[in-house]
């Protein structure tokens, strides 16, 4: 094993192998905090390796092929694991993974993936509840938290060449986007987008036969929008333990997005900032429900009012959710003590301020509009500016890669949104 990582502090008391879905780089910022905490490499399974995990140091890849379907990955974790055991009887196996199908995966095989794997565990039912916008509104609504005005349209019928749906009761403009990500996220057809801001209602129709045209059968959401630039939009990320306590948990402002239609609204920069109020909520909406596990709540604040609206949950620790573990929230530690070592643990919230970008940091007095908020950036940047990629000392194809990346994300910037604006759009 090369010697150039980063020093780590193994804790002797714990013999765990993380074995993670995906490639994305949460995955990756949460490998990176289980090395430095406990000293221990990752395996990552997945179809293919990708920029974030490729060429890593504190990683070992087993790929199951481009053309994995979901029967063929399940087997290949449940083979992982099974050798695993076989090599190591005595070393826990700690799963986890970061998108939402392999979430619904994980909650659909439990029982067969827990006779190898250690993970927390939710039921379908229960992830289904939380990943569905329309019954999060619900759980909002019951607790007395606000949420955006929104309409349900149904595509179920969308085969009937009769078919149209219920005209929409929101003043334009407005968002629209999937009400569970899980079932949208394999669809390809031209035009397909994360979400949608629409202007008009000629807009709205023109989208109708878009998804429709594309094969959409889901519920799709049409959402009041609440306006505000990037900076507005708020974070949260959690780990809930076994008896539903919230042992970990982080706030930031969001200050950049993406505006790639592909993948506008992923935040590229943010300053970690401990917002309470925020904290609580997540605990309130977590604990209505039978919830277990990480979990990355969505906010904005109305310019207008200073009202905050929570948007949405995603049932797993979010792409950026190494902000959190920057901020001292030990997510690392939240989940094996949790599932590993079966031990209550006192809860934790991040109070550090840090700068996270995953964009050049030079980018950011430019969409960084307002005055003070620029001021805390920059002297954030000052102390020091945390990507979650950059770790492995000497790694200089990773490095590259970051290098490359950032450079990517300026052309998209100066591609999809050239000058910053009060909407964010």
């Known amino acids: ?7 780590s502090s193994p804790a002797p008391e714990v013999a765990l192998r993380p074995v993670f879905l995906g490639t994305d780089p949460g995955t990756y910022g949460l490998a990176r905090a289980l090395h430095e905490k406990y000293g221990v490499r990752t395996t990552i399974v997945s179809r293919g390796q990708t920029g974030p995990i490729a060429n890593s140091r504190i990683l070992d890849n087993v790929e199951a092929g481009e053309n994995t379907d979901r029967a063929q990955l399940l087997r290949t974790l449940l083979d992982e694991g ?43 039912q229960t992830l289904e509840q939380i990943a569905d916008k329309q019954s999060f509104g619900q759980i909002c609504e019951r607790l007395g938290l606000p949420t955006p005005r929104t309409v349900v349209v149904p595509f179920a019928e969308a085969d009937d060449p009769t078919w149209e749906p219920d005209p929409i009761d929101i003043s334009f403009p407005v968002v629209a986007k999937p009400a569970n990500s899980a079932h949208f996220e394999h669809l390809r057809f031209p035009g397909a987008q994360k979400v949608w801001f629409l202007q008009t209602p000629d807009e709205w129709d023109d989208l109708v036969r878009t998804l429709r045209d594309g094969g959409v059968r889901q519920d799709f959401l049409v959402q009041e929008h609440i306006p505000g630039d990037d900076t507005h939009q708020l974070s949260i990320v959690a780990y809930v333990d076994r008896t539903g306590r919230m042992t970990a948990c982080a706030t930031a402002q969001v200050l950049l997005g993406e505006h790639d239609p592909t993948t506008i609204g992923n935040p590229i920069a943010m300053i970690t900032t401990p917002m309470h109020d925020l904290m609580d909520a997540a605990e309130q909406i977590l604990g209505a429900v039978d919830y277990w596990g990480f979990a990355n709540i969505d906010a904005k604040r109305d310019p207008r009012t200073g009202t905050i609206y929570y948007m949405e949950v995603n049932p797993r620790m979010g792409r950026n959710s190494f902000y959190a573990t920057a901020a001292g929230a030990d997510l690392a530690g939240a989940v094996v003590d949790d599932v590993v070592r079966g031990v209550e643990r006192e809860p934790v919230r991040g109070t550090e301020e840090v700068l996270y970008s995953i964009v050049s940091p030079l980018v950011l007095p ?7 908020l620029r001021r805390r950036v920059l002297a954030a940047a000052r102390r020091k500016v945390v990507h979650p990629l950059l770790y492995e000392r000497g790694n200089w194809r990773r490095r590259a890669y970051v290098a490359a990346n950032r450079l990517n994300h300026a052309k998209k910037l100066a591609t999809f949104y050239r000058r910053p604006s009060a909407s964010g759009f």
């Open 82 to 124: 099974r050798a695993s055991r076989e090599r190591e009887p005595d070393v826990a196996l700690l799963l986890g993974c970061n998108s939402d199908s392999h979430t619904e995966l994980i909650a659909e095989h439990a029982e067969e993936l827990g006779a190898y794997f250690a993970f927390p565990r939710m039921s379908s």
């Open 1 to 7: 094993m090369p010697t150039d990582l980063p020093s």
């Open 366 to 372: 430019y969409y960084v509009r307002d005055a003070a």
